[in-house]
């Protein structure tokens, strides 16, 4: 299994920024997949959630009304889009795959500053 994030970047408040994860070993259709993100001392927590075939979708409270989480099963690939991105959104993104296990990416550097 591979996961392999990108689209990270430094954004200023109230920015945009979309992450995609391409993923790989697997057979991508059949999984549900999330996105958690980990800030500098403190613990990884879920961001959102989608299922297998994208009809269903859960968000952190602090994710509600500004990310939207999709993917695209002929490409193998799951998006966080981020609007209205603010300070506290900085963090590590990482996507996430349970398949036989839990897996992670590298994940991705997302930093929100003027």
């Known amino acids: 299994v591979q996961l392999v994030e990108s689209g990270g970047g430094l954004v200023q408040p109230g920015g945009s920024l979309r992450l995609s994860c391409a993923a790989s070993?697997?057979?991508?259709?059949?999984?549900?997949m999330s996105w958690y993100r980990q800030a500098p001392g403190k613990e990884r927590e879920l961001v959102a959630f989608?299922?297998?075939?994208?009809?269903?979708?859960n968000y952190a409270d602090s994710a509600k009304g500004r990310f939207t989480i999709s993917r695209d099963n002929g490409k193998n690939t799951v998006y966080l889009q981020m609007n209205s991105l603010k300070p506290e959104d900085t963090a590590v993104y990482f996507c996430?795959?349970?398949?036989?296990?839990?897996?992670w990416g590298q994940g991705t550097q997302v930093t929100v500053s003027s």
């Open positions: 996430s795959v349970i398949y036989r296990g839990r897996y």
């Open positions: 989608i299922t297998s075939a994208g009809g269903r979708t």
């Open positions: 070993g697997f057979t991508f259709s059949r999984y549900d």
